[in-house]
RNA sequence: GCCGGCAUGUCGGAAUUGGCAGACGAGACAGACUCAAAAUCUGUUAUCCGCAAGGGUGUGUGGGUUCGAGUCCCACUGCCGGCACCA
């Protein structure tokens, strides 16, 4: 009688259908809907169970656009540049090239078993020339336009990969990637004008579906500040300091000042008597790394000996220096205001120096501070013609009155540094720059494009701030492209992010050897409608993938500002007690037994039931059980259905529509794991149903396959077939709800006395309020003692009595 | 230190606008089937008192608003994430 449920045969059967005949087809008429996922790196590791989750995210989104009727474009592709095949290479000698193609040929198949409707005529590869030659295009148009520049200033520098790095690349003082403590190094390096783009960045973050999360980290990344410069003259000198400050309103506060003990002018302001002090601090400094100076303790510093003067009230200031003043932020040095600061007052205090509050403290001032009165606001005093002002009105106005007296001027400030985009390593994109002894730094004519890697010896970092690139000889010379004289290519390689800033764009166009993208693709194609990946790279690939589109934008490569439209951060899957899933841990799960034992729709089903998709979630292995049980009760239920073909219900009816609205509304609210609870507890109660009517009518069991098919696309499938349809469930339409069928004839109501429920009343859907009331009244009257002082109705919620 | 987020049974988690807390699943326990086990099916499963009917308590802690609070407000604790001397 039933039929037996073979996942292996079932699967095989679909994927090889849909692999003769697509689903997914641009007719040309239909909506694009671009859904992309993070490509990934292709590691020699292979994919995970936690992997699988994103994928599977977005494969039952595409799906679920897929049968609205959209064209989905839902490509996949690789990030290969990068460290570990070029250190793979180091270790064992197998050319970078070599090893990632045989990755990506172990993680294709993998990623083949999710059966996402990947277009893998679609495909990219970062490493591809193919692809490279556009990432460097881009290079050279920067360039051109002035964005990309050489300069040589102290670095991050990772000492174990031997690499300088980007700002973004260093978190809390060590490497991104490895770990190791990040030092400073002087270094010759390209860097990228991000900041010219920091205002449009931040102002654009506003029209973007994105996570408030993210937006925050960016906004707070991008750093802007509002405040002022301030001019302090130098006794007896005709040079002026310029101070940045948030607080100009606090200027008559400024009790002293402190150079970053790198500023231009830290060691010409020492005098005969400090001299010998001034020089040691600013060797001292110079040796500290960057974990030392932000895990200083205590405040150092020194005098030099020079006063300043403080333009409000023409007070002599002394000079001091300190390494807690940053050289690259604002101008390198600041007007300390000890009585409102707390780093000022560390260092007031350690050194003697004179505290004067300026702004009252809840209207008094106090008489010594015992401590700094910090994001101060209130009545100003001790600030000549400024006393008794607000502080929060001053704080606007001053900027305008110390520019108007020429003592200064209004400005903004940003954290956000420019990218330092070159690595001294082997494994990326060559940085298409010839250096002409004559014409200087003169770029790779665009027809010699792409510029490809050379084959090296050793794929060794050198250490000096070199690429292994240098070591080659006829590579590096080569001849001027504009005057013709003798030339040493540049020999640096591009970061791993060059080519997966933009290699979205190229997903549309990827063989077009004319154009990045052209102008009609572009346009019909793109932008990316929803991007789905890990928060890990919040302010990393999607800070500068947005910088990358704006670049494109104004040189009219693209026709839109911004990638993408909506994104969404899936939460990581870890092994047992929240550990991050890693080969080292042991705690690695594989998908590649669970698809060979439970299929691939289980454990899609369960990659999404596991928890929200937004949180992190603990991978158990026995909880596939479940969704498992649940695809086989439903397969039995839907193949004996068919069979028996039982003429449609109220009962089922009501069912269908119920689980249409539960499904829908709770995948557009992104809920997905609710969507496969709302199938389990659907699934349920039409066995129940099938029990007492002896089965279920085909039209139920087919709107069931239809909304389960984007999560268990091959069950789906097969069972829609087996309901006699020849085409694909994917070709069918997505199935809408009747909210009048969805509802009971009768309703239940809780009835409170005082807010505790005491009784539960079966009632008409449409009853009055009066009837409702004595309902309940009725239903609880032997409970009701006292005097009934109010009685709330809310239609069709609860019915509360209040007694005193 | 600053900024954000979270806190619900044994576990993962659910709960539209404040309206029956614990959906759905895992696990556990009991029963059916079986020589037996697995699988499957049926039932129970927040906690306390009670044979039961029933009642008390309960969403990190303490307070508040409300007829009514997991949900709103105030204070606190713990965990997670971001930034980290940005003047």
Redesign the pocket.
Known sequence: MAVSFDHRAIEKKWREKWEQNPININDGKKPKYYCLDMFPYPSGNGLHVGHWRGYVISDAWSRYKLMQGHYVIHPMGWDAFGLPAENYAIKNGVHPAISTASNVKNIKKQIQDIAAIYDWDMEVNTTDPEFFKWTQWIFVKMFKEGLAYEKEFPINWCPSCKTGLA?EEV??GRCERCGAEVTKKNLRQWMLKITKYADRLLEDLDTLDWP??VK??QT??I?K?Y?AEVDFGIEGRDEKITV????PDTLYGATFMVL?PEHELAKSLATDETREAVENYIYEASMKSNVD??Q?KE?TGVFTGTYAINPINDQKVPIWLS????AD??T?A??C?PAH?D?DFEFAKKFGLPIVQVIAKDGVEIDPLEEAYTNAEGLVINSGEWNGMESSVLKKEAPDMIEKAGKGRRTV?Y?LRDWVFSRQRYWGEPIPIIHCPHCGNVPVPEEELPLLLPEVESYQPTGTGESPLAAIDEWVNCKCPVCGADAKRETNTMPQWAGSSWYFLRYVDNHNDQELVSKEKADQYLPVDMYIGG?EH??LHLLYSRFYTKFLYDIGAVGFEEPFHKLFNQGMITGKNGIKMSKSKGNVVSPDDLVNNYGCDSLRMYEL????PE?D??W?D??I???N??L??FWTLATDSVEKNVPASKAMIKERHKLTYDVT?RLEAF?L??V??AF??HN?AL?DIAKKEGGIDIETIEVFARLLAPFAPHIAEEVWERCGHDETIFHSEWPSYDEKLMADDSI?I?V?I?????A?INVAKDIDKDSAIAAGREAVSD?LAGTVV?E?Y?PG??I?I?VK
């Open positions: 700002n978190v809390n408030e999360k925050k980290m707070d990344w750093g500040s405040g940045y400050t948030t607080r970053s100076r932000m200083a405040k390494d807690y003043v940053l932020y604002g390198g600041i007007m205001v600061d780093r400030n954290k928060v919040a302010v039931f596991v928890g929200p949180l979630a603990e158990d026995r909880g059980d479940g969704v049980r649940f086989r009760r509304t809920s794991n609710t496969i609870s389990m507890e349920n066995m239940e809780p409170q005082n807010g505790k429920t005491r539960v409970r109010k709330i809310v919620k609860i509360n209040v």
